[in-house]
């Protein structure tokens, strides 16, 4: 009984912190959440794409033997690691119970594995939002994407800089600190994501 009733409360908390869009309006990515999390997205991609130690065969002439360019200092690797970066945002959640930039996470939020292990015990939760809709990228999620795609193509030739001349530097700094946030707020740089689950503050008020 007592489990059923902490399941409850849980449940009207977790619901008021979602309506929270509904009432005082979606909260849309700033430009430098988008910034600070394009460039992690590009240096993760990178150091998967860094990964092989093959080599390009360049040159077209029959008469002359190809040149061989190493893959990782390669046009080519730079091409393919941003083919489709901001699609990689669409992998985020929001997570309602935090302020600052790390609302914006990678995989399911605390929140909504909870919610939905009370839902395979057969607990009923009404969230507002049809149960099928509960995993799909929010307004916040795809608003972001759109912002990512229009700040890649701004600062494209400034990455590409960064790529074949400044790597020693980071992609954080060197893109949003010095260029794309110049003259405006910086704050969620220095952010750091949260080692625990967004529940903590639901568990704490449980």
Same mark, same amino acid.
């Given at each position: 009984?007592?489990?059923?009733?902490?399941?409850?409360?849980?449940?009207?908390?977790?619901?008021?912190?979602?309506?929270?869009?509904? #009432?005082?309006? %979606?909260?849309?990515?700033?430009?430098? #959440? %988008?910034?600070?999390?394009?460039?992690?997205?590009?240096?993760?991609?990178?150091?998967?794409?860094?990964?092989?130690?093959?080599?390009?065969?360049?040159?077209?002439?029959?008469?002359?033997?190809?040149?061989?360019?190493?893959?990782?200092?390669?046009?080519?690797?730079?091409?393919?690691?941003? *083919?489709?970066?901001? #699609?990689?945002?669409?992998?985020?959640?929001?997570?309602?119970?935090? +302020?600052?930039?790390?609302?914006?996470?990678?995989?399911?939020? &605390? +929140?909504?594995?909870?919610?939905?292990?009370?839902?395979?015990?057969? %607990?009923? %939760?009404?969230?507002?939002?049809?149960?099928?809709?509960? *995993?799909?990228?929010?307004?916040?999620? +795809?608003?972001?994407? +759109? &912002?990512?795609?229009?700040?890649?193509?701004?600062?494209?030739?400034?990455?590409?800089?960064?790529?074949?001349?400044?790597?020693?530097?980071?992609?954080?700094?060197?893109?949003?600190?010095?260029?794309?946030?110049?003259?405006? *707020? &910086?704050?969620?740089?220095?952010?750091?994501?949260?080692?625990?689950?967004?529940?903590?503050?639901?568990?704490? #008020?449980?």
């Amino acid at each position: 009984m007592i489990l059923l009733i902490k399941s409850i409360v849980f449940i009207l908390l977790i619901a008021k912190s979602l309506s929270t869009s509904t #009432e005082d309006g %979606v909260k849309y990515a700033n430009k430098c #959440e %988008v910034c600070k999390i394009l460039a992690q997205e590009l240096e993760g991609r990178l150091l998967e794409t860094g990964k092989t130690s093959e080599y390009l065969e360049i040159g077209y002439s029959i008469d002359l033997p190809k040149k061989k360019k190493e893959y990782k200092k390669s046009e080519l690797r730079l091409v393919e690691s941003l *083919d489709g970066l901001c #699609e990689r945002i669409l992998k985020y959640n929001i997570h309602k119970e935090r +302020t600052d930039s790390t609302r914006f996470a990678k995989g399911m939020s &605390q +929140t909504f594995q909870t919610l939905h292990g009370l839902v395979n015990k057969g %607990v009923k %939760v009404e969230l507002g939002i049809p149960y099928e809709l509960w *995993d799909k990228p929010s307004v916040e999620i +795809t608003n972001m994407k +759109t &912002q990512c795609e229009d700040l890649l193509e701004t600062y494209e030739s400034d990455i590409e800089q960064w790529y074949f001349n400044d790597q020693a530097e980071s992609l954080r700094s060197y893109l949003c600190k010095d260029r794309a946030l110049k003259d405006s *707020d &910086q704050t969620c740089l220095d952010e750091a994501s949260p080692s625990k689950g967004d529940t903590r503050q639901i568990n704490q #008020e449980l």
